[in-house]
């Protein structure tokens, strides 16, 4: 089994819809983060939590908002989508450290029609 | 706005042949990082080094750091097929608490 697993691995929706992804990981660290990946323009930040208490916006966090229900499971949530939040997004974990690598999902691509 | 960003964007190479991709980056750092994207899959990390080190290697990669200019190179060496992917260089900059931030990347081919 994947450490790192998000679902659903591809959803197509409508704009309006309320979408969840979800992420959940057995490598036991502390760091979760959520990034969204357009063709080129490389990957960027969305949100990023270091504790289950603990929740940051990144980048670009309008139009998104997460949830860590525990350490393992980190979501993203998109109230109201609209099409140019179409894109893939990555969930990524790392362990407590300042220059942890990152280890990432298999990723979720999105289509907001 | 991406911190990094590396040129080539794009490279094709035949198989044997030496790949280096290079990126810029614009504010200090404490460690650069590498990542092997194969298409449509999640970032692989492949190799990090720290803003005091000046060369780093691991097997058939070799990864230069030069602060003084903001910038670093990522060399494969004797390229094989698999080595297709798109790689990206990955940011941990000074005050910002472990948040990678990325370049666009650049798509390397290898063919046969």
């Known amino acids: 089994d994947a450490d790192v697993t998000q679902t659903p691995r591809n959803r197509i929706t409508k704009t309006g819809k309320r979408i969840m992804l979800e992420c959940s990981q057995t490598?036991?660290?502390?760091?979760m983060y959520w990034y969204r990946q357009d063709p080129g323009l490389g990957l960027r930040l969305i949100y990023y939590?270091?504790?289950?208490?603990?929740?940051n916006k990144g980048e670009i966090s309008d139009g998104y908002s997460v949830s860590r229900q525990a350490q393992a499971k980190f979501s993203l949530s998109l109230e109201s989508a609209i099409p140019n939040q179409t894109a893939l997004y990555f969930c990524?974990?790392?362990?407590?450290?300042?220059?942890?690598?990152?280890?990432f999902g298999e990723g979720s691509r999105l289509t907001v029609l | 706005s991406q911190q990094g960003e590396e040129d080539p964007q794009a490279l094709s190479i035949q198989e044997g042949e030496n790949a280096t991709m290079n990126c810029s980056y614009k504010?200090?750092?404490?460690?650069l990082q590498w990542y092997r994207q194969n298409s449509g899959r999640g970032l692989v990390h492949l190799i990090l080094?720290?803003?005091?080190?000046r060369e780093k290697h691991s097997g058939r990669l070799r990864v230069t750091l030069d602060t003084s200019k903001k910038s670093s190179s990522l060399l494969i060496t004797a390229s094989r097929a698999a080595d297709t992917a798109s790689y990206f260089c990955?940011?941990?900059?000074?005050?910002?608490?472990?948040?990678?931030?990325f370049g666009t990347g650049t798509r390397l081919q290898v063919t046969l």
């Open positions: 990524a974990t790392a362990r407590t450290s300042n220059t942890g690598e990152l280890f």
């Open positions: 490598k036991g660290h502390d760091r």
């Open positions: 939590s270091f504790d289950v208490k603990d929740i």
């Open positions: 504010t200090s750092i404490n460690n």
């Open positions: 080094i720290r803003s005091n080190e």
């Open positions: 990955a940011t941990d900059g000074t005050g910002t608490a472990s948040k990678l931030t």
